[in-house]
């Protein structure tokens, strides 16, 4: 099946550190991918949609400034937190589909567990 | 305003019998349906998803769907220790620019052995 790799994996950092997330599809064309938010004991939240080549759509309340999403290929999407603050320590979770592929599945990441300290 | 609504629980089942975990969602427009179990610390893994309305079976799974109601539903059949997780549904209205999924909260499922 389809698969997600989102490195890396966990994150601890100083508060004002800028931290960079990959997603990478390995073995399809992603032309859409999805980064969502996840607080402990809450559900995911979307923060973004972006497609190959064009500019994030990012969802109310998520600050363009600071979650820059870049996809610059098919196969990969980063999420750039920049001058991270504790608050937004959480699960990063990035998902992907391909072309014609509105009405299936995402593609789900492991996600990354980022600690500002 | 897109919302997906689910009993938090905890629901606990005894091992060996039917797990029902119900959702209801507030888009007329939502046109796809997925159930997602997620175990702590860890990303969603699709269970099952539904475009129409009625029953689809997948081994121990059914999700059943009723878009008149807004109701989607996932029973889980035989039910057995690993299936103890955080079941979240989640919609989809595609089209547009951004049409991720919309989750629920997530029930909490525990199996008792």
């Known amino acids: 099946g389809a698969v997600v790799s989102q490195h890396p994996s966990w994150v601890i950092c100083k508060s004002g550190t800028s931290v960079k997330i990959e997603c990478r599809s390995l073995?399809?064309?992603?032309?859409?991918m999805f980064w969502y938010r996840q607080f402990p004991k809450q559900s995911l939240m979307l923060m973004a949609t972006?497609?190959?080549?064009?500019?994030?759509?990012?969802e109310q309340g998520v600050e363009k400034d600071k979650f820059l999403i870049n996809h610059a290929s098919l196969t990969l999407s980063t999420l750039t937190v920049t001058s991270a603050h504790p608050e937004d320590s959480s699960f990063y979770i990035c998902?992907?589909?391909?072309?014609?592929?509105?009405?299936?599945?995402?593609?789900f990441g492991d996600g990354t567990r980022l600690s500002i300290l | 305003q897109k919302e997906v609504e689910q009993n938090s629980g905890p629901l606990s089942v005894p091992e060996g019998a039917i797990a029902s975990l119900n959702c209801t969602y507030s888009?007329?427009?939502?046109?796809?349906f997925f159930w997602y179990r997620q175990y702590s610390g860890k990303s969603p893994e699709l269970i099952m998803f539904?475009?129409?309305?009625g029953d689809k079976e997948d081994g121990r799974f059914t999700a059943q769907l009723n878009k008149a109601s807004q109701y989607v539903s996932l029973l889980i059949r035989d039910s057995q220790p690993s299936d103890s997780a955080t079941y979240l549904c989640?919609?989809?209205?595609?089209?547009?620019?951004?049409?991720?999924?919309?989750f629920g909260k997530g029930t909490h499922l525990i199996i008792q052995p």
């Open positions: 998902s992907a589909r391909g072309l014609l592929q509105e009405n299936q599945p995402q593609h």
């Open positions: 989640a919609v989809n209205i595609p089209g547009g620019g951004a049409d991720g999924l919309t």
């Open positions: 539904i475009y129409s309305n």
């Open positions: 972006s497609n190959e080549g064009s500019k994030a759509t990012y």
């Open positions: 073995d399809f064309q992603a032309t859409t």
């Open positions: 888009d007329r427009g939502s046109q796809s």
